[in-house]
């Protein structure tokens, strides 16, 4: 059984910035596909060969990495704005490439909110 916890949300002005953390337990394959989400939009996703990709309204200032050897997964959130506010969700998918659809994951952490205020 997998389990995944969150934490690192908060409140902070417009244009500051928060890291995410989702620590896995149980048995995680550094191969599958590990994602963020905000309601069930796919924020960020890694891919099993280190390959991110990210939705475009926050391309160019969210960034996922994974430690594998640690079974942690991150999401570094620059230049936040207020649209950004959400609760974020972390989700492993057992597959190798990194779907969209919330649907195609099987494990989900409880959210960690995340508020940006102007």
């Known amino acids: 059984q997998v389990h995944l916890v969150e934490s690192g949300g908060g409140t902070v002005q417009a244009g500051g910035s928060l890291r995410l953390s989702c620590a896995a337990s149980?048995?995680?394959?550094?191969?599958?596909?590990m994602g963020w989400f905000r309601e069930r939009e796919r924020v960020a996703g890694i891919d099993g060969f280190g390959?991110?990709t990210y939705a475009d309204s926050v391309k160019g200032r969210f960034t996922i990495s994974r430690d594998s050897a640690k079974n942690i997964l991150y999401l570094q959130m620059n230049s936040l704005k207020p649209e950004d506010t959400a609760m974020y969700y972390c989700?492993?998918?057992?597959?190798?490439?990194?779907?969209?659809?919330?649907?195609?994951?099987?494990?989900w952490g409880q959210g960690t909110q995340v508020t940006v205020s102007s």
């Open positions: 989700a492993a998918a057992e597959l190798t490439s990194c779907p969209r659809d919330p649907n195609e994951y099987n494990f």
């Open positions: 149980g048995y995680i394959d550094s191969r599958f596909c």
């Open positions: 390959t991110s």
